[in-house]
């Protein structure tokens, strides 16, 4: 299963939409003013979470008002799978979201509670859109999040117009076809990346130690079909970026 997650960060409502079309994720979450793209779409989301100190009362208050109906009572007599079609049709349309409010004073960040959300509904693939915006300490917050994930076996990403954001503890491959930008940097999440081998880069590695406080990684190229990244201990932050 995946989630698409909308958090209360920046968020470029164009891109935010054209990633949506094109990524049908089975459960939607909003947190907090990220409920704002949703209204905004005319969409209603499986979960919204948060303390709900950054949205408009407005847009909570439309999402707590809307009815919960019986979709079974509304379907005509059709063929069984056209009538299972409409059914699930009309629950995308005419669903209640899920509301879990919590305490501005926590322990843990609005966006942490959305992927724990996540995670205990069975997703195992996760993608979070307005998490890179101006605040860098909420920034750097969620890429710490993705480690969490990343410990749970979820491949957990943070998206936004120009980068897609992933964290490794395995190898990777990245198909030239299907990459996000044109730049791939390869940061350091632990003191050393052990036995780092690249293949298909630009800048080529053989067992090479990535060790912290170096911008070595930084702005590689995929030169082939297909680039491999291995290596043999540590964990990597994983930048894909274009301009």
């Known amino acids: 299963m995946e989630a698409l997650i909308v958090s209360g960060g920046y968020l470029d409502r164009v891109f935010a939409a054209s990633y949506m079309q094109q990524h049908s994720c089975d459960i939607t979450i909003a947190v907090d003013s990220g409920m704002g793209f949703f209204y905004g779409q005319n969409q209603v989301p499986d979960f919204i979470v948060g303390d709900f100190d950054s949205v408009k009362p407005e847009i909570l208050l439309s999402f707590k008002k809307l009815p919960k109906t019986d979709v079974s009572e509304n379907v005509p007599e059709l063929q069984p799978e ?28 609005d ?6 959300t996540a995670i205990s509904q069975g997703c195992t693939t ?5 998490a ?10 969620n890429i710490h999040l993705l ?23 395995r190898g990777l491959v990245l198909k030239k076809e299907e990459q996000y930008g044109n730049y791939v940097s390869l940061l350091p999440f632990t003191p050393q990346v052990t036995g780092l081998t690249l293949t298909g880069f630009k800048y080529p590695l053989d067992g090479y130690t990535l060790e912290c406080y170096h911008s070595l990684g930084v702005s590689n190229e995929i030169t082939e079909e297909q680039a491999e990244i291995s290596f043999r201990d540590g964990v990597l932050l994983v930048v894909e970026s274009r301009d």
């Open 132 to 141: 890179t915006g101006t605040r860098v300490d909420h920034m750097m917050g």
């Open 82 to 109: 056209e009538s299972e079609h409409l059914k699930k049709q009309q629950e995308k349309e005419q669903k209640k979201p899920v509301i879990l409010q919590f305490q501005p004073e926590k322990d843990e960040t």
């Open 111 to 116: 966006t942490e509670i959305a992927i724990r």
């Open 147 to 169: 480690g969490m994930a990343m410990e749970q076996g979820v491949d957990c990403m943070l998206l936004d117009p120009h980068n897609r954001i992933r964290m490794i503890n």
């Open 126 to 130: 996760i993608h979070i859109l307005g």
